[in-house]
């Protein structure tokens, strides 16, 4: 089933008063249940194009369709809902909260959510152990290793099994080991959970890892390789 499908897609900024063209006619589909990498040099639109799915920016033409839902049809409420139900979000920088523990940032979407609390509970920390932070559930981000804390970001972003989990260069900050364990583990979870995952990333290393690299350049889909 199509889960993605986006159709001549652009966007353009504004920069002083020159339009700068970040995506140029992007055409893609992406299929329930893939695990894809878009890869690409910076500045190539990786980030744009995956605010735009997730709904945090707007394109300036085209169209986005997920799970049969056209976002540029959704009013601002619907879209919030959109992005707070469908989309699971993992950062470069993490973004946990620091003053909350694993297991209370894994369940933060739940509580936007209004999900009873033991229910939140319940379902956050199954996550967390199936990224095999188990031991570290009371332990704050800034007593935890970087590789820890990005996986306490993708159990944050599984926790309310969204359709699609989006992450911008989720493995920019680690070093080439843990970002290797890092995509073993986001694999491990795209085949538990069935869910659709889609990742940026300018790294050789992750895109081996990939079941299909979307390779962008200045805007333009450029590649794009089915692998195994
Ligand atoms: P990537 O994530 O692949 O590095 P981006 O999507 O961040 O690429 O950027 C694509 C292009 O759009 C770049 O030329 C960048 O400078 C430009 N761009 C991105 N965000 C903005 C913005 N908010 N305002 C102006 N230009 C932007
Ligand atoms: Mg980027």
Known sequence: ??????????????EHGVEAPALRGINLEVDE??????????????TTLL?????????????????GV????????????????????????????EVLTALEN?????????????????????VLEAMGMGEYLNKRPNRLSGGQQQRIAVARALAH???????????????SATASGLLDMMREMNERYGVTFVFS??????????????LLRDGVVVGDERKG
């Open 70 to 97: 056209d976002l540029g049809a959704l009013s601002k409420s619907a879209l919030a809902d959109y992005r707070l139900r469908k989309v699971g979000f993992v950062f470069q920088s993490y973004n946990l909260i």
């Open 201 to 214: 990333t300018h790294d050789r290393l992750v895109m081996d890892k990939a079941k299909r690299v979307i």
């Open 33 to 46: 249940g893939e695990f894809v990498a878009i890869a690409g040099p910076s500045g190539s639109g990786k």
């Open 161 to 175: 099994n969204p359709r699609i989990v989006l992450a911008d260069e989720p493995t920019a900050n680690l070093d």
């Open 106 to 126: 894994a369940e933060f979407v739940l509580l936007l959510q209004k999900v009873p609390k033991a229910e939140r509970r319940a379902r956050a920390k199954e």
């Open 51 to 67: 605010n735009i799915i997730g709904g945090l920016d707007k394109p300036t033409s085209g169209s986005v369709i997920v799970d």
């Open 1 to 14: 089933m199509t889960l993605i499908k986006i159709r001549d897609l652009k966007k353009t900024y504004l």
